[in-house]
């Protein structure tokens, strides 16, 4: 890889992680296009711009129309051996986030599981730990969304430690929301105001989300409806229109308000 595709890779990346996902997807897509990425190595620059610019549009929110895009990259991915193994599985993991956002529980927790498969089968060659993080991280959230809220826990508490940014943002999510599905919505409160990961713009409104659904638990309707307004102003802000998680904090905030104004 020439230095100049490195220094490229390494601004797309930069871009990525400091939320401006427009910017990233552009500059990536520009350089999976260009004769020098698609050329030699044997388009390995090509196979991590597009990575890259598929992981900007799902972290923007449009990672539906992603789908895909992904699967046509997996494809290509498959047919490789070696230090691609690890690429493949981070385009995987980020495919199983795709499916978590579209509600589909049962296929993003079978993809997450083996996406874990892999990187102990490639571990001794490479550090995996960022791919086995967001595996984890999805495979959580996919428990949760089909109701095993103990068992996401579980997984979410025995990895917060070791995660930091967006990752430790999910993960805290996913604890928070575990402990909303067990209905014990002191615990989640207290554990959403606990600490706020540094998320960036790919997190917004995650925390605020679940911290309006351990308050409506409670009864607090009031803050509850400040909090789920917070989350969808955070979430407009700062993400894609099409993003899956501005309907969720738009379909909170009307469950919260249906019943009206709390009793005197």
């Not at 939320?19 to 999976?32: I, M, S």
């Not at 296009?33 to 900007?56: C, E, K, T």
């Not at 589909?104 to 791919?131: C, F, N, P, Q, S």
Request: proline share 4%.
């Amino acid at each position: 890889m020439a230095s100049s595709q490195r220094v490229a890779l390494d601004r797309v990346q930069g871009l990525l992680e400091a939320g401006e996902f427009e910017q990233a997807e552009a500059e990536a897509r520009a350089l999976a296009a260009s004769p020098r990425a698609r050329g030699g190595d044997p388009g390995l620059v090509s196979w991590l711009a597009r990575s890259l610019a598929a992981g900007a549009a799902i972290a923007h929110g449009r990672g539906a129309e992603l789908l895909p895009e992904f699967e046509t990259l997996i494809t290509e991915l498959e047919r490789t051996a070696g230090a691609d193994r690890q690429l493949l599985l981070a385009v995987r993991s980020n495919r199983a986030a795709v499916l978590v956002q579209q509600d589909r529980y049962t296929e993003a927790e079978a993809e997450a599981l083996d996406i874990l498969r892999g990187t102990t089968r490639i571990a001794h060659l490479t550090r995996m730990w960022r791919v086995e993080l967001s595996a984890l991280t999805n495979l959580a959230a996919a428990l949760n969304g089909q109701g095993r809220h103990e068992e996401a826990e579980a997984i979410a508490r025995g990895n917060l430690p070791q995660a930091d940014g967006p990752a430790a943002a999910f993960l805290h999510r996913a604890l928070v929301g575990s402990l909303n599905g067990q209905s014990r919505y002191e615990e989640a409160l207290a554990e959403a105001r606990r600490y706020t990961p540094a998320g960036g713009r790919t997190a917004s409104g995650t925390l605020e989300i679940v911290a309006a659904r351990a308050l409506y638990g409670l009864g607090r309707r009031d803050e509850a409806e400040a909090t789920a307004r917070e989350a969808l102003t955070a979430c407009e802000q700062s993400l894609h229109p099409a993003h899956p998680r501005i309907k969720e904090a738009r379909t909170l905030l009307t469950r919260i308000t249906a019943e009206g104004p709390t009793p005197e």
